[in-house]
């Protein structure tokens, strides 16, 4: 567990860097960053779903259904990261990405320290504990920056951000369960093997596509 945390830690932390650097430079680097990386989770997603769409099923036509859905999400949320990033600035959108990593460590590390009953049977490595530490883990941005004086982002620290966050560890959860579903099916462990200790882009970051738009969408529905 420990060497494998370390792979884990190390790789998050060098995402984190990379992330926040395309992020902070100029909104032509964000946009470039954002498509790259929606290009490499499509051929990701495409690949893994080959075995049970393509070569099992032998049908085509399931088979560009599954890339059609692959790639209208995926646009969802290039248009979601855009829209989001333009009208509340990069910080915030690092502050819901952090959500996000703290989330995921979260669950990693209640899940391999306490364990116990299994969540799901799509995803055996889940358990009851880990979705609860995702959900603990998420509280933790919230309470950095309220310690702060919170210069660049006003999240104050009230029930109403507190259930955003916990919403948002929801649907960082239900992203990796949707993904870890179509692996399953497919009869793979993960969906690459670009990221030490994490496996594919799209491993690391199913969570972080579905939970972007959601965010999004709350800010839609609040300004309505």
């Not at 902070?24 to 779903?49: D, G, P, Q, R, Y």
């Not at 990693?108 to 880990?130: A, D, Q, R």
């Not at 949707?178 to 399953?184: H, L, M």
Request: with cysteine; proline share 2%; charged share 15%.
């Amino acid at each position: 567990m420990i060497k494998e945390l370390k792979k884990r830690i190390f790789t998050s932390s060098l995402l984190i860097i990379v992330a926040i650097t395309c992020i902070t430079i100029n909104k032509l680097v964000f946009i470039f960053s954002i498509l790259a990386v929606s290009l490499l989770c499509f051929i990701e997603w495409n690949i893994i779903n080959k075995n049970y769409f393509l070569f099992k099923k032998k049908k085509k036509n399931k088979y560009i259904y599954v890339q059609l859905f692959g790639a209208a999400f995926l646009f969802i949320f290039i248009l979601s990261a855009l829209n989001l990033y333009a009208e509340n600035g990069k910080f915030f959108f690092i502050f819901i990405l952090f959500i996000c990593a703290c989330s995921d460590i979260g669950g990693y590390i209640f899940g391999k320290i306490i364990g116990g009953k299994k969540l799901i049977k799509i995803s055996p490595n889940k358990t009851i504990s880990g979705s609860f530490g995702s959900f603990v883990f998420s509280l933790i941005p919230i309470l950095l920056i309220n310690l702060t004086d919170h210069v660049f982002i006003n999240f104050k620290l009230t029930a109403y951000n507190i259930l955003i966050c916990l919403f948002i560890s929801l649907i960082c959860q239900l992203g990796d369960l949707a993904i870890s579903y179509f692996k399953r099916i497919n009869k793979v462990k993960d969906t690459g093997n670009i990221l030490p200790g994490h496996g594919g882009l799209l491993d690391r970051i199913d969570g972080i596509i579905f939970a972007i738009p959601t965010v999004y969408f709350l800010q839609i529905i609040q300004t309505l």
